[in-house]
């Protein structure tokens, strides 16, 4: 089936890491996202991308840093982790073609630890 | 500029009994709206959607909502509650197709 999927699913790592994680997506869609959920703050948008040359910050960019390497795969970095980074991180995909006016499709979420 | 909230963090209800989570947004032209639905350990996924059109749009799992425009209103309900809608509910708006803006969501809880 056509799926948003992320890797790793869990990580914990320790203060000043560089930590990567992946998304991949089997659905076709141009556009991807990076956010995060912290209980009680809903969704944060970190980064987003409209096609592979189009990378733009969201409302939290900062200690982030993104690579749209094809059109089907788009990776969020840590740079060099720190404890309030320790949060739940979801990739999303959308198209805007069909008629489908910015639905979101959204991975299982990676559990991210920094100690 | 646009924006959404969800009023009240967390929603409880009996087993049977009727689902009220309630959405207001803040936008300076026609919206699409949604309602997502999060189960433990999982991704959001798409409940509803409003585009254009009919106001009461039906979604899955026997959830609707109503686009109120007067009210600035999506509020997302349900008949019945059953035991498995158990979960986090988000409602978000977006403006012409561009980016949404989510609420900070809303736990279901159901009590037998």
Not at chain 1, 24 to 29: A, I, M, N, R
Not at chain 1, 31 to 39: G, I, L, V
Not at chain 1, 84 to 96: D, E, I, K, P, R
Request: with cysteine; glycine share 8%; net charge positive.
């Amino acid at each position: 089936d056509a799926d948003v999927t992320q890797t790793p699913r869990n990580r914990i790592t320790k203060t000043g890491k560089r930590i990567m994680l992946e998304c991949s997506q089997t659905k076709g869609h141009d556009r991807m996202y990076w956010y995060r959920q912290d209980p009680g703050l809903g969704l944060q948008l970190i980064y987003y991308s409209f096609d592979v040359k189009d990378i733009n910050k969201g409302e939290i960019s900062d200690g982030y840093s993104v690579s749209r390497q094809a059109q089907a795969k788009f990776s969020l970095s840590l740079e060099s982790a720190i404890p309030n980074q320790t949060a739940l991180y979801f990739c999303a995909t959308s198209t805007t073609s069909g008629g489908l006016y910015n639905e979101q499709f959204f991975g299982p979420g990676t559990r991210l630890t920094v100690l | 500029a646009q924006s959404v909230t969800q009023l009240g963090s967390h929603v409880s209800v009996s087993e049977g009994a009727l689902v009220l989570l309630r959405c207001n947004y803040s936008s300076s032209v026609p919206p699409y709206l949604f309602w997502y639905v999060q189960y433990p350990n999982q991704g959001l996924q798409l409940l509803l959607k409003y585009t254009t059109g009919a106001t009461l749009v039906k979604g899955i799992n026997g959830f609707e909502a109503e686009f109120k425009k007067s009210e600035t209103s999506f509020h997302l309900t349900k008949p019945s509650a059953h035991m498995s809608d158990a979960a986090e509910y988000f409602c978000a708006v977006s403006i012409a197709g561009y980016i949404p803006t989510f609420g900070r969501g809303t736990s279901l809880i159901v009590h037998p």
